[in-house]
T-cell receptor
Framework: NAGVTQTPKFRILKIGQSMTLQCTQD?????MYWYRQDPGMGLKLIYY???????DKGEVPNGYNVSRSTTEDFPLRLELAAPSQTSVYFCASSYSRPSTDTQYFGPGTRLTVL | TQLLEQSPQFLSIQEGENLTVYCNSSSVFSSLQWYRQEPGEGPVLLVTVVTGGEVKKLKRLTFQFGDARKDSSLHITAAQPGDTGLYLC??????????FGKGTSLLVTP
């Protein structure tokens, strides 16, 4: 099993550009998450999904969109990139609720917006 | 709003020393998790504690969940360079979200 994979690993965007961060998991997990990690700030939840077709906002959803058309994939869309979106983005998945189950994280995407 | 406060923020010690990292909150959590993250990688789960007063041991690492389920600690005995990394605590309440602390960056030098 590859676990949770993310592409790309690095990306530089100009202000106003758009992009999609890809996330795929091969563990047949129901729950998937997108976090951003800024230096010294821990992880902040952007969006999460409890199954195909079901998504919900986390703590910091502004400027982002998600979709979940399959169990395996959970792409994160950035529209009109801003310097405040410079961060490291992690996708994670779990079989059930995080209170009782392990979240498996991908290796991250380092995004810089100039 | 930062629900979980971790201390210390940074810790630099020599191999063989003991250390304790703290994770505190005014909120009650149904469970609390500890993760370790190495540079350029995603966090990896070390342990989940769910019962107030629970103590779990993982080799040289000892995790404790406070009686009131508002705080937790991680104690490392005889630290080794391989323990170097960012340690994150994360609390779960009733929903689908984990609330992460800001992390403790640990450096263990030979």
């Amino acid at each position: 099993n590859a676990g949770v994979t993310q592409t790309p690993k690095f990306r530089i965007l100009k202000i106003g550009q758009s992009m999609t961060l890809q996330c795929t998991q091969d563990m047949n997990h129901n729950y998937m998450y997108w976090y951003r990690q800024d230096p010294g700030m821990g992880l902040k939840l952007i969006y999460y999904s409890v199954g195909a077709g079901i998504t919900d906002k986390g703590e910091v959803p502004n400027g982002y969109n998600v979709s979940r058309s399959t169990t395996e994939d959970f792409p994160l869309r950035l529209e009109l990139a801003a310097p405040s979106q410079t961060s490291v983005y992690f996708c994670a998945s779990s079989y059930s609720r995080p209170s009782t189950d392990t979240q498996y994280f991908g290796p991250g995407t380092r995004l810089t917006v100039l | 709003t930062q629900l979980l406060e971790q201390s210390p923020q940074f810790l630099s010690i020599q191999e063989g020393e003991n250390l304790t990292v703290y994770c505190n909150s005014s909120s009650v959590f149904s469970s609390l998790q500890w993760y370790r993250q190495e540079p350029g990688e995603g966090p990896v789960l070390l342990v989940t504690v769910v019962t107030g007063g629970e103590v779990k041991k993982l080799k040289r690492l000892t995790f404790q969940f406070g009686d009131a389920r508002k705080d937790s600690s991680l104690h490392i005995t005889a630290a080794q360079p391989g323990d170097t990394g960012l340690y994150l605590c994360a609390g779960a309440r009733s929903g689908y979200e984990l609330n992460f602390g800001k992390g403790t960056s640990l450096l263990v030098t030979p």
